[in-house]
């Protein structure tokens, strides 16, 4: 829902904001308040973010401070793409634990190249392994990053997961990133790989009647995208889709965004900056596929999950998607886990929220993909 405060006139400029008109975000220097109380305006963003955290997110966020990372919309996209992310600060934090660092054990781990509409897209298949002669179910999973930065390798913990967690076979894809290659260059990579991998599901080991969608942030709206291409190009459906901090609007005068204004690791500013290297124009953001609340018809998707942190400007957008599926017929379970920030979900062991996080998400997904109730792998 949009702010009670704010009316038509403000959300309009706060869609105009995110396309990265420069009369707009020359409020981002503050910090964001709620309910007419001070979020510490002066106070350093990652304090604020570290103290209202709770102490395991706490202590990821403070890593990630320790190892020089900076607000992305303060970067060059060379040096936003060179600096470290909060899988690095994960490792900080294990490393002073005394815990191992190596990946989380999966069976079989392959690096492919799928055909993609302006060149191959590089991705990686995880295989749990485990389930004999039968064909497993499978997931394809986009990684986040705003559409500009990151990797397969930033977010191999979160495909490493699902993939131990559900017993199915994991896809995670790449995409042509911001700004070399504008939108919707990612969105159109993601559908692609979508249909190559139901196409070539054999050839994957797994079930093409099994499929679900997948996604982190910029990475969830790719997922949820794929899901409104794949219905309206009729092409085979996917029988899930697991939604984690999705980009799913583009109102940046939510509640969270207000709340989080300037939260770590990912502010309000550091949204504009992002959405600024993807869009073309302010046309772009009437775009269904970015505008998913505002401008898509979400009826006939599959059911979702949607998992969002509660110290992230995207929450609300989380928050407005359940209902808005809802209201389309779409069964929708949303949870947001208040002691969280964004980037949250990949960050188990050292963070317990994440672990409960993939959890419920492997729950959700193992009854759609009709996988049962066994029991889930270990952390």
Known sequence: M??????????????????????????????GTVAGASSGAGRPAALLSANKADQPMGQVVQALIDLGAKPVSTLTVE??????????AARRVMQQKGMPITPRPVAQVAELMIPGPKGRIPARLYN???????RLPLIVYWHGGGWVIADLDTYDASARALAAETGAIVLSCHYRQAPEHKFPAAHDDALAAYAWAVGHAERLGADRGRVAVAGESAGGNLAIATALGARDQR???????????????????????????????????????FVDKLTRSPLDLQDPRLDVIGKADLRGLPPATIINAGIDPLRSDGEMLAE?????????????????????????PVVPDAVEAQ???ATRLRAALGLGATPLAGL
Not at 254 to 260: H, I, K, M, Q, W
Request: aromatic share 6%.
């Open 324 to 348: 808005k599926l809802r209201a389309a017929g779409v069964a929708a379970e949303q949870r947001t886990w208040p002691g969280a920030t964004h980037e949250f979900f990949g960050l188990a």
């Open 2 to 31: 949009t702010h009670p405060r704010l009316s038509r006139r403000g959300t309009l400029l706060g869609a105009l904001a995110l396309a990265g008109c420069q009369t707009t975000a020359m409020d981002l220097s503050g910090t």
């Open 128 to 134: 749990p392994g485990g389930a004999g002669r039968e």
């Open 79 to 88: 040096q936003a793409r060179r600096q470290p992310s909060m899988a690095d």
């Open 359 to 361: 959890r419920l998400a």
């Open 235 to 273: 092409m085979p459906m996917p029988a899930h889709m697991l939604l984690v901090y999705p980009v799913a609007g583009t109102d940046t005068r939510t509640p969270s965004y207000l709340e989080n204004t300037a939260a770590v690791p990912l502010g309000r500013a550091d949204i504009l900056w």
